[in-house]
């Protein structure tokens, strides 16, 4: 690095100790991420490339890792439409219990993973206030790949909506006002003026969604039902590979979570970059 790239680094920072606190933040991330992650990686791939791709394509497990990821995806996908709605909604409109809702939002946050697991299980159970009204429709949803959905959307959710909710507060109405005097309908005001400076923070918080949901353990076990090849997920293979003292085994499939976890949110990532390229930041 050139002496005129790194008083650049320097000068772009109001905090004084530039030196000091690159140190700390390379050692942060070496001692308590890369660390782990690498010793992680090191240990799996004791059993070789061939073991890996063995491991990874064994049926249990593929149809653990196909159940963890495809729902997870799909969880945070509507949860980042619907936490868009709710932060639309908390934002932009005044009415009776609004700070109450608000703070609702963030109890996922709060609350144990395996009490959420608990209550979701007893609520959609077919003896459950939901579940009793649901069977009657055909729809089984504790017990199932539905189930995890729904946890999972429940634990992202809070991501969602609090990545766009301040990018929502700094949307001006008078952009709603001018496109509406020069002629344009509603949904082209959305899809044109509103949801491009957006877009940044949407993908955030669904990049958040997706890392959460796919090592979500303990609010999904409860409601999943644990079927193999039906609604087993990949962490609780993982815990039945320690209990078994199959180290080398769950080491194998938390390497495997990890490089798919790794290039789905580096695509994200990706995405979010041009997305900001191209409409900038609100």
Do not use: C
Not at 180 to 208: D, I, K, Q
């Amino acid at each position: 690095m050139s002496s005129a790239s790194y008083l650049r680094l320097k000068q772009s920072s109001v905090l004084p100790g530039f030196g000091v606190t690159l140190g700390y933040t390379l050692l942060y991330l070496g001692l308590l991420v890369l660390l782990p992650l690498g010793a992680l990686v090191v240990k799996a791939s004791g059993i070789g490339i061939a073991g890996i791709v063995a491991t990874a394509t064994e049926p249990r497990i593929a149809a653990a890792l196909r159940t963890s990821f495809s729902i997870s995806l799909l969880a945070a996908g509507v949860a980042s439409l619907f936490g868009l709605l709710i932060a639309w909604v908390l934002t932009r409109y005044d009415f009776p219990g609004r700070k109450l809702i608000d703070a609702i939002v963030d109890l996922p946050f709060a609350l144990p993973t395996a009490v959420a697991g608990i209550a979701l299980a007893a609520l959609y159970a077919p003896n459950g206030w939901v579940g009793s009204l649901l069977e009657p429709l055909g729809l089984k949803v504790a017990y199932t790949p539905l189930g995890i959905f729904v946890a999972l959307v429940f634990i992202g959710l809070p991501f969602t909506v609090r990545t766009v909710q301040p990018l929502i507060t700094e949307i001006e109405n008078e952009l709603e006002e001018a496109s509406a005097t020069l002629g344009a309908s509603r949904w082209r005001t959305l899809w044109s003026v509103l949801l491009p400076p957006l877009l940044p923070g949407v993908l955030t918080g669904f990049a958040l969604a997706f890392a959460r949901a796919v090592g979500e353990y303990g609010s999904v076990i409860f409601i999943a039902g644990n079927l193999p090849y039906v609604s087993e997920i990949a962490p609780l293979l993982i815990v039945i590979k320690l209990s078994e003292y199959d180290y080398t085994g769950a080491t194998v499939i938390a390497t495997i979570m990890l490089a798919i976890s790794f290039s789905a949110l580096l695509l994200i990532n990706l995405v979010q970059a041009w997305s900001r390229r191209r409409f900038g930041h609100v």
